[in-house]
């Protein structure tokens, strides 16, 4: 095996999509886990459970920046006010010198309180909600002007 294309290990990649605005990017999310023997029927595709995610990275020249900063998580006010069905997921990035720079990352992890059916789908056309929800997080990040403070 050459260097160039180093052997993957068995390892498999994720599907992502992302749509970048200025400060800011969202990205979603598409990968897959064994079901561990739980779906009783023996098809390939019913024995794997699908995930889907939601991510927005927000960065300090963004207008609502101090905002996600001061939030310190995802259970505040200003947090579950953003339009996605629920955040989850809440961290910051804290890059080093020689460009220090943080960023903040909120985002969905779908497939359970209601989002069972997600762990079935398989393909973007079948996960049309978890795009609309990124398409809508997207939007609200681009007019941050608009009331949103």
């Not at 939601?54 to 505040?76: I, N, Q, R």
């Not at 080093?96 to 720079?101: G, I, M, T, V, Y």
């Not at 079948?126 to 009331?147: C, H, M, N, Q």
Request: some cysteine.
């Amino acid at each position: 095996m050459s260097e160039a294309n180093p052997p993957l290990y068995g390892f498999k990649a994720r599907d992502v999509w992302r749509r970048d605005g200025r400060y800011f990017y969202v990205t979603v999310m598409h990968w897959t886990l064994p079901s561990f023997g739980c779906q009783p029927d023996d098809d390939e595709e019913e024995r794997v459970t699908h995930r889907w995610n939601v991510y927005a990275k927000v960065g300090e020249g963004h207008p609502l920046f101090s905002l996600f900063l001061g939030a310190g998580d995802y259970d505040t006010d200003f947090v579950r006010s953003l339009p996605l069905p629920a955040i989850n997921w809440y961290r910051t990035l804290r890059h080093p010198e020689p460009n220090p720079c943080t960023v903040v990352e909120i985002g969905n992890d779908y497939g359970h309180y209601g989002q069972e059916h997600l762990r079935y789908a398989n393909t973007p056309e079948k996960a049309r909600e978890v795009f609309r929800d990124a398409a809508a997080i997207f939007d609200y990040l681009s007019a941050p002007t608009e009331g949103h403070e």
